[in-house]
């Protein structure tokens, strides 16, 4: 057939009424349509490789069937295409697709809101890197515009905006205590040298754990890249998943050096493997200098990021339904107990 492929076309050939295709095509409920034609008209689609136009039902709905989601760092991090693949799931069931959106700053607005006000985008997912809340600028104008909108890691003290928060607070604290139930009297916080909203949250997390203990606290800091920070400049991104030779050997030195009662707490996946590993070296070298094995002395922990993806995904479509229901959610840390046989 020349030409591109209609309804029409797939209407003649199927001897149903233009009508019926659009039923099928739409998968409109409450129709009478036999299986027989069903699967007819379907067949046809797919000899013929009819493609909707999707630009007529956009104007049709006043829907473009599309979200946009902001994300401002390296999306490459776990963390986010976990999320993103959440995202995608949950839209992708209710027919969206997906637009990304960084930090370009068009003439007057955000890119991820001018993707809505221009007819992009019917609503954004908007995922914060820096625990830090979406300027009062831009939040003004997606009010003013009515723009359906779900914040992840941000908007927790925000009444009218739906958004899931990360427990960091908890990430630490139950770490905490759950090395005072193993009797440790001694913990090493390791966090990095930077100051963010996450590390007070962590640390003060490990401080209400061990206050009115008798077990000591001690904060030793690191040099290191928070990856999921915005701010990253384009070469601490290409290095952001390692960590310095110098930043190694003093957890290396801190490691080898300390009493048998020590714990470590780590911020950061990335620096606990590195503890982990040296605290294993030192296990196999001398055994004896623990008073507990190896792999009691840390504990790491992570945060179920594709539910979250899927949550925030649900929240928007919630609202794009019109549905004015608020929702704020709390995402609880998940402890990683080490094992004899982690390495």
Aim: aromatic share 10%; net charge neutral; charged share 25%.
């Amino acid at each position: 057939m020349e030409g591109k492929v209609t309804s029409k076309d797939i209407a003649k050939i199927a001897g149903v009424s233009q009508a019926t295709v659009s039923y099928i095509l739409n998968n409109k409920k409450g129709k009478k349509i036999s299986e027989e034609t069903r699967n007819k008209v379907l067949q046809i689609t797919k000899d013929l490789n009819y493609i909707p136009n999707n630009a007529a039902q956009r104007l049709r709905k006043k829907s473009t069937k599309c979200i946009v989601v902001r994300i401002a760092t390296n999306i490459t991090m776990r963390r986010y295409h976990l999320m993103l693949q959440g995202i995608r799931t949950v839209m992708g069931e209710n027919g969206y697709s997906l637009l990304l959106s960084g930090l370009s700053q068009g003439p007057t607005y955000p890119d991820y809101i001018t993707a809505c006000l221009s007819g992009q985008a019917d609503g954004i997912i908007y995922v914060s890197s820096d625990n830090i809340d979406i300027p009062l600028e831009e939040i003004k104008v997606i009010k003013e515009n009515n723009i359906p909108i779900a914040a992840v890691d941000c908007m927790r003290n925000v009444d009218d905006i739906s958004s899931i928060s990360y427990d960091y607070f908890s990430s630490s604290f139950n770490r905490a205590e759950a090395f005072l139930e193993k009797g440790f009297k001694r913990i090493f916080y390791i966090r990095p040298d930077y100051e963010n909203r996450k590390e007070d949250w962590r640390e003060k997390g490990v401080s209400a754990a061990l206050a009115g203990s008798d077990c000591e606290l001690k904060t030793i800091y690191i040099h290191s890249i928070d990856g999921n920070s915005s701010t990253l400049s384009p070469s601490e991104m290409a290095n952001m998943n390692s960590i310095d030779k110098s930043t190694r050997l003093q957890l290396k030195d801190l490691t080898y050096s300390q009493p048998a009662d020590s714990a470590y707490i780590c911020s950061s996946l990335e620096v606990a493997e590195i503890v982990a590993r040296y605290l294993y070296e030192r296990w196999l070298v001398s055994p004896s200098s623990f008073i507990k094995p190896w792999y009691e002395c840390l504990i790491s922990y992570h945060f179920d990021h594709y539910s979250i993806g899927c949550e925030a995904a649900r929240m928007l479509l919630d609202l794009l339904a019109g549905k004015r229901r608020i929702t704020k959610l709390t995402q609880q840390p998940i402890l990683d107990f080490y094992s004899e046989d982690s390495f």
